[in-house]
Structure formats: structure tokens, C-alpha cells
T-cell receptor, first 113, second 115 residues
Framework: GENVEQHPSTLSVQEGDSAVIKCTYS??????FPWYKQELGKRPQLIID?????GEKKDQRIAVTLNKTAKHFSLHITETQPEDSAVYFC????????????FGTGTRLKVLA | KAGVTQTPRYLIKTRGQQVTLSCSPI?????VSWYQQTPGQGLQFLFE???????NKGNFPGRFSGRQFSNSRSEMNVSTLELGDSALYLC??????????????FGPGTRLTVT
């Protein structure tokens, strides 16, 4: 069935270091891959996304890479700051007019000052 | 534009009761999806509505149901509540699934506690 695996479940980095979170999806029909950040007690917020026709996308300190052959996609955060501390979720979705997202189980990122 | 709103924000119910949660999407958005968030299972897809029609359904029992109104507002209902239904229920709205616009925006959620 449809499944998204996400690793690691927790990640601690020193402020200024980089953080990488990896996801693997099972549904080869998936073509849209968003990443959400959820701070404690708040709603998930979309931070970056990538479509299957693109291999990499950057937005300031955040980047996402996609390897369709291996069904892997990753979130890269450079120069981490304490405010980056949150739970990050990856997701995969098919096209064809559906918004059904399959989410990974989340990564709790702690940026240590 | 106002964001996605959900009511109520918190709810305490007893086993066996039923509950109705409401979601108002961003103005102009026609698709509403519902997710259940628990510490152990993460975010799990419940169902998706577009133009008052259910487009997709996740792997939840029939006790979970939903509907969408002509103004795109959506409700979900859980009947015969069980302790395991305690969770944060999130709805998310999107503009139009057929226009290549893929982003979903989440509401603040309804925290349901079943005792």
C-alpha cells in the first residue's frame, strides 16, 4: 500500500550546523512532495515542496532534493537556528486532482544554542 | 485572507457518544481534507471533499464520516466514540485540484479527548 518512511525520528544539531531529513515513498505514482513544519501546539505549515519533474529546489536556507528512481526525497536545512526547532513532516501525493497526502511519521529537530 | 478555521478547538467526550467537528476553508478554496494526528501514528488521511463530493477516503472505520456544503465548509462526524479516537483532528484546504496547484493549508485543529 501507500507508505512514506521518514528518518531520523529525532535529530539534534548545534546551531549553525546543517540538518538533513530523509523520506522514502512507495507509490510510484506520487508526483508531489511537500514538507511541513509543526511547532509545538501549532498547525503544520508548508515550508517547501517539490514536483516530480524537478530534482532540487531551494528557498534560502532550505532545500529539497528528489530522486525519483530511488523514490527518495530529502530536506536540507543549512545554518540552523534555534527557531528551526520543530517537528518536520514529509508527504507524498499523486496528481490527478487529488489532495490525499501520505505523511511520514515526523522528525523532531532540536537546534542547540 | 483569513486562514482555515476549525471549531471547536477543544472537545471532551465520553465513550459511546458522537461528535461533529467543523472546518471552514480559506475563501475560494474548494477542496477540504481531514487528517487525524496522534503521537504514535502521525498524520493519517481520513477523507477529502471537493464540490460536496468525497474524492478519497483513508483506512478508517465507517464510524468516521464527513460531508461538504455548497459553501465548501466541511464537517466530520465520529459516532460511537472509542478511547483510541482521542487525537488532534486537522483539516486542510486547497484551491483546486485540477489546476496544478498542490498546496494544502492546515487549520489549527480540534483536540478531541475521549474519556
Amino acid at each position: 500500500g501507500e507508505n512514506v518512511e521518514q528518518h531520523p525520528s529525532t535529530l539534534s544539531v548545534q546551531e549553525g550546523d546543517s540538518a538533513v531529513i530523509k523520506c522514502t515513498y512507495s507509490d510510484s505514482a506520487s508526483n508531489y512532495f511537500p514538507w511541513y513544519k509543526q511547532e509545538l501546539g501549532k498547525r503544520p505549515q508548508l515550508i517547501i515542496d517539490i514536483r516530480s519533474n524537478v530534482g532540487e529546489k531551494k528557498d534560502q536556507r532550505i532545500a529539497v532534493t528528489l530522486n525519483k528512481t530511488a523514490k527518495h526525497f530529502s530536506l536540507h536545512i543549512t545554518e540552523t537556528q534555534p527557531e528551526d526547532s520543530a517537528v518536520y513532516f514529509c508527504a507524498a501525493s499523486r496528481g490527478s486532482g487529488t489532495y490525499k497526502y501520505i505523511f511520514g511519521t515526523g522528525t523532531r529537530l532540536k537546534v542547540l544554542a | 485572507k483569513a486562514g482555515v478555521t476549525q471549531t471547536p478547538r477543544y472537545l471532551i467526550k465520553t465513550r459511546g457518544q458522537q461528535v461533529t467537528l467543523s472546518c471552514s476553508p480559506i475563501s475560494g478554496h474548494r477542496s477540504v481534507s481531514w487528517y487525524q494526528q496522534t503521537p504514535g501514528q502521525g498524520l493519517q488521511f481520513l477523507f477529502e471533499y471537493f464540490s460536496e463530493t468525497q474524492r478519497n477516503k483513508g483506512n478508517f472505520p465507517g464510524r468516521f464520516s464527513g460531508r461538504q456544503f455548497s459553501n465548501s465548509r466541511s464537517e466530520m462526524n465520529v459516532s460511537t466514540l472509542e478511547l483510541g479516537d482521542s487525537a488532534l483532528y486537522l483539516c486542510a484546504s486547497s484551491l483546486n485540484p485540477g489546476q496544478g496547484l498542490r498546496e494544502q493549508y492546515f487549520g489549527p485543529g480540534t483536540r478531541l479527548t475521549v474519556t
